[in-house]
């Protein structure tokens, strides 16, 4: 199957719907459309932990919802996985970002600078309260015995950026309470 084009000048999330489900993962990026490998089982564990760890502390008027697109204008980033509010709209292709509560981003060596640099910017531009990333390989900036995974948290400050407010390494339990209370200890997410 050839790949599609864009039906105007840049890459809709609407051109998402003509897209081969060959395994890939598409995504649209301030109109560029991102390509992106299947992910490791690293990758999946952490994120599906992450889910399960999620499920009892989640308020019932939110759900968690793993690799939807989330509708920015005509953009379409997929995170790895969300916390949105309810009600959610079973038909549509995502979630609108207004519903958006928590994005999290698991780096993988090929979404390094995705992850880390611009779809934190374009979470931020579009009001998404919280973002959190995920390190799971070795990086720059790692701190001395600092323990993988590490998980960097932000929330949306009054400047419309976002703030660090957590940096949590595997081997100590911490307590994160926005947009609710959980405590995690990142080193449970993987076996």
Known sequence: M?????????????????????????????????????????HQWLIQSLFLALQPVVPADMATLLGIGVLIGSD??????????????????GVPAAQVQVAVEVVSKSTTFPDRMVKPVIYASAGIPHYWRFEINPFKGQLPGETLPVLFAYSLGSDGNYEQTHRISAGQPVKVSAPFEFTIETGSLLP
């Not at 809709?12 to 301030?30: F, I, K, Q, S, W």
């Not at 379409?76 to 292709?93: A, G, K």
């Open 76 to 93: 379409e980033p997929v995170p790895d996985l969300v916390v949105v509010t309810r009600p959610i709209d079973m038909e549509s292709r």
């Open 2 to 42: 050839a790949m599609p084009s864009p039906r105007s000048d840049h890459w809709t999330a609407a051109d998402l719907d003509h897209m081969p489900d060959d395994g890939l993962r598409y995504e649209v990026l301030n109109g560029q459309l991102v390509v992106n490998a299947a992910p490791k089982p690293k």
